[in-house]
């Protein structure tokens, strides 16, 4: 189940071990004790062989070169 399966039951919250990935750096994280910490190498490393994860950050790869982030001056 996904946050967008239902509007009436809350969002599921993330368990230890699960993965996030920032959209802005493509930064990996990995939630523990209900906080974000820095992936270490191992989990960086199993990250690579996930070819859903290696996806989402090569399309963000991708999306970043044909739309550069601003910056303010």
Do not use: S
Not at 2 to 28: K, Q, R, S, W
Not at 32 to 38: D, K, S, V, Y
Not at 45 to 63: C, G, K, S, W
């Amino acid at each position: 189940m996904t946050g967008l399966d239902t509007v009436n039951e809350p969002a599921p919250m993330p368990n230890d071990g699960d993965v996030a990935i920032c959209l802005y750096c493509n930064h990996i994280h990995v939630f523990e004790g209900g906080q974000l910490r820095n992936a270490t190498q191992q989990e960086r490393d199993e990250v690579a062989l996930d070819p859903d994860i290696m996806e989402t950050l090569q399309f963000n790869r991708m999306y970043q070169k044909r739309y550069p982030k601003r910056r303010d001056t």
